[in-house]
């Protein structure tokens, strides 16, 4: 990265001067490559720089977003936006919540960290369907949980969806999980589980 900054700073560096210096036709194509090359990424690093945030939250190009959290990923991106111990006697699991961010979300079942040769599974269901002001705007199905290894703890993927494209950003909406299948071996297999609903990665 540093070489690559590096690089670029000599080549803009080279065209200013050639700018500055050159006359004739050579001077209007190196000027031309210096509002081409240098100019204008500057202009568009400021800019991207001014209003990050809004743009990771979706308020405008709302495209960008993903790459942007990619590279600067804000300090709270995976503070969770509803979470709820897992429990043997309880099936529906209701959350109300509003996304802060555009991208790829997830409603995962969290629980320990998973030895390196250790795989999760389970035959657990989970449905997922989320409202706003009682209508129903999102409704998904998962049969398979997809194992995950984290840093702490590990767990199963079970509902993916997109923001804004399936569900809109910096709404307030309700959200009801319902789980079936044997919670109690589960949890006696893996330890304390969490119902938990963030933000998931754009990769």
């Not at 031309?32 to 945030?53: D, E, G, K, Q, W």
């Not at 989320?130 to 995950?148: C, D, M, N």
């Not at 840093?151 to 199963?156: A, F």
């Not at 109690?184 to 609903?197: F, H, M």
């Amino acid at each position: 990265m540093i070489l690559l900054l590096s690089i670029y700073v000599i080549i803009a560096l080279s065209l200013i001067s050639g700018a500055i210096f050159l006359k004739g036709l050579l001077k209007k194509i190196v000027l031309s490559l210096t509002v081409v090359l240098v100019i204008l990424p500057l202009c568009f690093i400021l800019f991207v720089a001014v209003f990050r945030s809004s743009i990771q939250q979706g308020k405008f190009l709302s495209g960008l977003g993903p790459i942007l959290i990619l590279i600067a990923p804000p300090q709270d991106l995976h503070e969770p936006l509803g979470i709820q111990n897992l429990d043997p006697n309880k099936r529906e699991y209701r959350f109300e919540f509003q996304h802060k961010y555009v991208g790829n979300h997830d409603v995962n079942l969290s629980f320990r960290k998973l030895e390196s040769m250790e795989s999760a599974h389970t035959n657990l269901e989970i449905q997922y369907a989320a409202s706003i002001e009682g209508r129903t705007v999102l409704s998904q199905t998962s049969h398979k949980g997809w194992p995950y290894w984290g840093m702490k703890n590990s767990g199963l993927m079970f509902i993916s969806y997109n923001v804004p494209q399936d569900l809109p950003v910096g709404k307030k909406l309700s959200a009801v999980v319902t789980v079936h299948g044997d919670i109690a071996a589960l949890i006696k297999k893996y330890g304390p589980t969490q119902l938990v609903i963030h933000k998931g990665s754009d990769l």
